[in-house]
């Protein structure tokens, strides 16, 4: 005598054997991807945090430019505006170099304000300027350019009686 059996699947008892089951934790996979995102997202916080700092660094070394050159300017200002003041002297009377004391200029008749552009590298010579510097001018450091402002300055003598024209 022959058996036969019959086995039959049903779709629907697969789905609800795989359905009961209860899961816990994490599976690998999904750890993997949460700690590459994470990775990601600290990378690129990191990334913005060193763009910030080298942008600060940029903005603060151009306000210190920006300063100093303001500051510089500050102190300039005074006597460029004062360039080519006589005061009450006469166009012949000597002037004293009172920056660095020593030879007279002949008279108040020269440019108020001489430029020098440095042209030798490395020389200290009056001859490595154009123009040549002028033989007031001693102790300019080399690879330097000079600027000569001309004016009078106020010693705190006030004039009592007018000045004489002739």
């Known amino acids: 005598m022959n058996t036969f059996f019959i086995l039959t699947f049903s779709p629907d008892l697969m789905m609800n054997t795989f359905s009961t089951r209860k899961t816990f934790g994490f599976t690998l996979v999904e750890l993997l991807i949460a700690l ?49 003041y006589q005061g009450c ?30 042209k030798t590298a490395g020389s200290s010579a009056a001859s490595a300027w154009l123009p040549s510097l002028d033989a007031s001018i001693s102790g300019a450091a080399a690879d330097s350019d000079v600027v000569m402002i001309r004016s009078s300055i106020s010693n ?6 007018t000045m004489p024209t002739t």
């Not at 763009?51 to 300017?73: C, H, I, L, P, W």
């Not at 200029?105 to 552009?117: E, H, V």
């Not at 705190?156 to 009686?161: D, E």
């Open 89 to 118: 002297a006469g166009l012949s009377a000597n002037i004293t170099n009172t920056l660095n004391p020593g030879p007279l200029f002949t008279s108040l008749n020269g440019p108020p304000l001489q430029g020098y552009d440095h």
């Open 36 to 84: 590459t995102l994470g990775l990601l997202l600290t990378a690129s916080f990191g990334s913005v945090l060193i763009s910030n700092k080298q942008s600060f660094r940029a903005m603060d070394a151009t306000s210190r430019v920006q300063e100093t050159g303001r500051y510089a300017m500050h102190l300039l200002t005074r006597d460029l505006r004062s360039a080519g």
């Open 156 to 161: 705190g003598v006030q004039l009592t009686a």
